[in-house]
């Protein structure tokens, strides 16, 4: 690799670490250290909801699969992007005003015993024991992110790769706690929205334009033009459906808890919403037109880049699809532009990892250690709590990666699932139904998470074709009702309802 692309990769890194060192310095308590003192404006809380959303699945995961397997697998993008709009529309402002009178609460889990005044501490531990065990999944899609990107830029071997990406993730968020996340994924946001503006476009102009990458495409494989063709209703269901796991995942829906006020929602949600459809599109030209590219290149050129081809069909193949994004940056840009890209994929990775290890260690401090252990403890010993749990979270998460087989979005498929089956339907019903109960919401978090691990490793295929999210979502949802009409939340409960829709109403 270019000494120039290594250069200007590395002082991105030392850009990111020295923001963890200042924010370091800002972060004294524990709401500090996991919700930034709710302090974020619009803008910022919108890129990072939106860049530790994405993370690598959509600077590899997605151009991968667009690669492999055409426009069909684009239905993920239409349910991601209607799931984010909707998240932003309905949940954002009810949540971020709810948090707040319902003691306060800077965690989901803390949320949840608060808003059912859970004495039993039940509702909490099982919430924080899901977040730690989807997470792991999450986390690790990250980390086997970042393997790919070291192992292709630098030639290291995987495992190399996997361990040197996991430390420079893991010190900025151990550092700098929340601030850190949020500066580090606003900044990070708007350089993988450029990459992904830029990388096609660019691309495009080499081929010829749009209809050659088109004619190109089609004498590949014709299927790969059509959204339709050779797609099941089993499968576009399943792909439109990743858009309800927005409303269960920790990770982003902790950004609306965080704004500043309630009244920076309508504005956070136009930039969320912008820089969501164009990243997708960006990323879905990137799979389509890398097809085109990679075709028609000199292997020797491709192999003097370390970029592994094979041959399928008769057509000259990426080895790795999930590579596309990294194969462009290193043909076609200057070495120090192609050091921002491979900084933008990172910033992918990173946004996401970090804002995972958080939300999992602040799980450990608030709603374990002081929860059940040391209901007295301090909030500089929480703060160190939650730090030490980061670097044990991260290295379970980096064994679990360690299989250089595993691919980005088969593991974040697992761990969104799990999220927005377990969690989507409670937070809904709690910020939207007044008679949901704390039994309704125990029974229902249960049977989401368990649906999804019966139906994701014992059902999947035949006539249980489908993403494991919808049986999860949908049976949390109908648990949910029935078991809280079979009970009554008590007058303390309705009461504070009422305050929350006050408080929205003003």
Known sequence: ????????????????????????????????????????????????????????????????????????????????????????????????????????????????????????????????????????????????????????????????????????????????????????DFIQGTLMLLALIVVPIIALTQIGGWNEAVEAVGQIDASHLNMVKGVGIMAIISSIAWGLGYFGQPHIIVRFMALKSPKDVPTARFIGTTWMILGLYGAIFTGFVGLAFISTQDVAILSQFGIEVTTENGVQMLADPEKIFIAFSQILFHPIVAGLLLAAILSAIMSTIDSQLLVSSSAVAEDFYKAIFRREATDKELVWIGRFATLIIALIAAIVAINPESTVLELVSYAWAGFGAAFGPIIILSLFWKRITRNGALAGIIVGAVTVIIWGDFLSGGIFDLYEIVPGFLLNLLVTIIVSLLGKPSEEIEKQYDQAVARLNE
């Open 1 to 184: 690799m270019n000494i120039a692309t290594i250069i200007t990769f590395l002082v991105y890194l030392i850009g990111m670490l020295a923001i963890g060192l200042v924010m370091y310095r800002r972060t004294h308590d524990l709401s500090d250290y996991v919700l930034g003192g709710r302090s974020l404006g619009p803008a910022v809380a919108a890129l990072s909801a939106g860049a530790s959303d994405m993370s690598g699945w959509l600077l590899l995961g997605l151009p991968g699969a667009i690669y492999a397997s055409g426009l069909a697998e684009s239905w993920i993008a239409v349910g991601l992007a209607v799931g984010a709009y909707l998240n932003w529309q309905f949940v954002a402002k009810r949540l971020r005003v709810y948090t707040e009178v319902a003691d306060n609460s800077i965690t989901i889990p803390d949320f949840l015993e608060n808003r059912f005044k859970d004495s039993s501490h039940l509702l909490r531990v099982i919430s924080a024991l899901v977040i730690l065990l989807f997470f792991t999944f999450y986390t690790s899609s990250g980390m086997v992110a970042g393997a790919k990107l070291f192992e292709a830029s630098f030639g290291l071997s995987y495992q190399s790769a996997l361990w040197i990406g996991t430390i420079v993730i893991v010190s900025y968020t151990f550092l700098g706690g929340f601030l850190a996340v949020v500066w580090t």
